[in-house]
T-cell receptor
Framework: EPEVTQTPSHQVTQMGQEVILRCVPI?????FYWYRQILGQKVEFLVS????????KSEIFDDQFSVERPDGSNFTLKIRSTKLEDSAMYFC????????????FGPGTRLTVL | SQQGEEDPQALSIQEGENATMNCSYK?????LQWYRQNSGRGLVHLIL?????REKHSGRLRVTLDTSKKSSSLLITASRAADTASYFC???????????FGTGTQLKVEL
């Protein structure tokens, strides 16, 4: 069964460093998402992406964040200058349809900012 | 209350018993989804129920949706130790595809 994959599974970085989290969505999916979950808290939406542009973003997704689909398979989340509060589990998801279809999540990348 | 609140927050049962988790939401929805998360792991999609459906089954899972009460329930029958996880409801909100998750129910199934 096709699945969303994410790399790395765990990333440790120093505050102020840039990190890139990588995702390979399911191949025939058109919509891509990033969510995050701070330890012990709710899963929160960050951004959705379709047709090579951001469709929607949350207040969390400020200028420090960016997303890109550099080729036909990868979908990346970049945090330019990490802060301690960026420490969280980051989930990538993908879906085939807008607004009415299942979103399939990857296993997550645990980001630890020291 | 927030969009997507589950209760109870925690539930502990014996293997073989049924587990029922509830979710309430505030805004109109076109579907509601349930996910499972094992400790520290990813989110696994369990079932999606559309706003024009009242009940849906998948294996040992039974989901109901009452749009008049803005609530849903997830029933796991004949629970197993492997069902131990957190369960979340999620709804698309804001007119787009953004999923808003609830706070989750932590289910523990003991042998």
């Amino acid at each position: 069964e096709p699945e969303v994959t994410q790399t790395p599974s765990h990333q440790v970085t120093q505050m102020g460093q840039e990190v890139i989290l990588r995702c390979v969505p399911i191949s025939n999916h058109l919509y891509f998402y990033w969510y995050r979950q701070i330890l012990g808290q709710k899963v929160e939406f960050l951004v959705s992406f379709y047709n090579n542009e951001i469709s929607e973003k949350s207040e969390i997704f400020d200028d420090q964040f960016s997303v890109e689909r550099p080729d036909g398979s990868n979908f990346t989340l970049k945090i330019r200058s990490t802060k301690l509060e960026d420490s969280a589990m980051y989930f990538c998801a993908s879906s085939t349809e807008w607004g009415s279809d299942t979103q399939y999540f990857g296993p997550g990348t645990r980001l630890t900012v020291l | 209350s927030q969009q997507g609140e589950e209760d109870p927050q925690a539930l502990s049962i014996q293997e073989g018993e049924n587990a029922t988790m509830n979710c309430s939401y505030k805004t109109s929805i076109n579907n509601l989804q349930w996910y499972r998360q094992n400790s520290g792991r990813g989110l696994v999609h369990l079932i999606l129920i559309r706003s024009n459906e009242r009940e849906k089954h998948s294996g040992r899972l039974r989901v109901t949706l009452d749009t008049s009460k803005k609530s849903s329930s997830l029933l796991i029958t004949a629970s197993r130790a492997a069902d131990t996880a957190s369960y979340f409801c999620a709804t698309p909100t804001g007119g787009g595809n953004k999923l808003t998750f609830g706070t989750g129910t932590q289910l523990k199934v003991e042998l």
